[in-house]
C-alpha cells in the first residue's frame, strides 16, 4: 500500500473513538470529584475574600505576574462566587454524563483553568495533563459512547455542510494521535527525569517517597519501604515501565499490556500515595490505548445482558404455561374449576 493510500485510509476511519469517550466520562468525573471534594470549604479555598488560603489581592497579584486568566478574578463578590463555583459543579457533570457536546467540554475547561489558578497549592500534577488534554479532546468524536444524546445535536450535525462534516474523521483522529503522543512525553520524561537521580540510580527512591507524611498510607506504607526487595523491585520497575512505555504503545500487540500495566501502576499510586486526581487523569488518557479492548467487553457485557433478558422471558413464559405465573394464588382453583367445566 503506498504512502497516499495510507494516508487517504487514516483519514476516512475514526480510530479509538470509544476510548475518547471513556477519557472524556473520567476527566469530566475528575473535575466533578474536585468540586464535590472541596465544596465544604469552598469558601475559604476559592473565596474572592482576602482571609482566605490565598487571599484574593495576593491571587490577583500572582495572575499579573504569570499573564494568565481565571474568572474568579472578575468579581470580589460572594454572590458570583457562588454562580461560577456552581456553574462550574453543572459543567463538570454534563461532561461526565455527556451532555452539551464539545461547548460544554470547553465551558468545563475554562472552569477548571480558572479554579486550578486560584489556588494551585491543591494541584497534584493531574491538572497539568487534563489542561493539555481537553483542548485536544475537542477534536474528537467524544460524545460518541458514554453520552445522553440530544436529537438539538444530531439534527446540528445533519445539517453542516459535507464539507465540515468530511473533515471530523482526520481531525478526530489527529487529536487521538495528539493525546497518544502526549501521554507518550509524559511517561518518557518524567522516565528518563528520573535516571538521572542517584536514589533511583541505587534502587531506593521509593524508600524515601513513601515516607513523605503527605503520601504515606499509614499500617501499609512502611510494610514496603521496610523492605529492601520490595523498594528495590518498585524503584527499578517504575523507571523501566516509564522509560519503555512509549515502544509498548507502539506495537499493537504490547499496547493493550502497556495500557494495562499503566493503569495498574496508577491505581497503586492513588491507593498508596492519595493522589486519586492525579491517578484517575493519567488512567483516562489511558483509555485511548484500550479502545479495542473497551469495545470487545462492551460487546460481552451486551450479550451477557441479551442473555439474562431472554432467559428471564423464557421463565415467565414457563411460569405462565404451569399456570404459576398467571393468576394470583388464591384465584388459581375456581379459574381450574372453570377450565374443568
Not at 388464591?330 to 372453570?338: G, I, K, L, S
Request: hydrophobic share 50%; aromatic share 10%; glycine share 10%.
Amino acid at each position: 500500500m503506498s504512502l497516499l493510500n495510507k494516508i487517504d485510509a487514516w483519514a476516512s476511519r475514526p480510530v479509538a473513538v470509544l476510548g475518547v469517550s471513556g477519557t472524556r466520562a473520567l476527566l469530566g468525573f475528575v473535575g466533578l470529584m474536585f468540586y464535590v471534594s472541596q465544596y465544604r470549604d469552598r469558601h475559604y479555598l476559592f473565596g474572592p475574600g482576602n482571609d482566605t488560603l490565598l487571599p484574593h489581592h495576593i491571587f490577583l497579584d500572582e495572575l499579573r505576574d504569570s499573564g494568565t486568566f481565571s474568572i474568579y478574578a472578575w468579581s470580589t463578590s460572594s454572590l458570583m462566587f457562588e454562580v461560577v463555583y456552581h456553574l462550574g459543579v453543572i459543567a463538570a457533570l454534563a461532561v461526565t454524563l455527556g451532555i452539551g457536546g464539545r461547548p460544554v467540554l470547553a465551558v468545563h475547561g475554562i472552569f477548571l483553568w480558572s479554579l486550578y489558578q486560584r489556588q494551585s497549592a491543591l494541584m497534584d500534577g493531574g491538572d497539568n495533563l487534563m489542561h493539555l488534554v481537553i483542548p485536544m479532546l475537542l477534536l474528537t468524536r467524544c460524545y460518541d459512547h458514554f453520552s445522553l444524546r440530544s436529537p438539538l445535536g444530531e439534527r446540528v450535525t445533519r445539517r453542516l455542510p459535507e464539507a465540515v462534516r468530511a473533515a471530523g474523521v482526520p481531525l478526530h483522529n489527529l487529536g487521538v494521535t495528539a493525546i497518544a503522543v502526549q501521554m507518550c512525553l509524559v511517561y518518557m520524561v518524567s522516565g528518563l527525569y528520573k535516571v538521572q537521580g542517584q536514589s533511583w540510580q541505587d534502587g531506593t527512591a521509593l524508600f524515601y517517597i513513601m515516607r513523605v507524611p503527605e503520601f504515606e498510607f499509614p499500617g501499609v506504607s512502611e510494610l514496603v519501604y521496610n523492605n529492601d526487595v520490595l523498594v528495590y523491585i518498585g524503584t527499578y520497575a517504575t523507571v523501566i515501565f516509564l522509560v519503555y512505555f512509549p515502544m509498548g504503545v507502539l506495537v499493537p500487540t504490547l499496547r493493550p499490556w502497556a495500557a494495562a500495566a499503566s493503569i495498574g501502576f496508577h491505581i497503586s499510586i492513588g491507593f498508596f500515595m492519595g493522589l486519586t486526581g492525579f491517578a484517575l487523569t493519567m488512567i483516562a488518557c489511558d483509555l485511548v490505548f484500550l479502545s479495542p479492548e473497551l469495545s470487545r467487553a462492551l460487546g460481552v457485557a451486551r450479550k451477557l445482558g441479551a442473555r439474562g433478558k431472554e432467559l428471564g422471558a423464557r421463565s415467565k413464559e414457563n411460569a405462565v404455561a404451569d399456570g404459576t405465573g398467571g393468576a394470583p394464588a388464591q384465584n388459581r382453583e375456581p379459574v381450574a374449576a372453570a377450565s374443568a367445566e
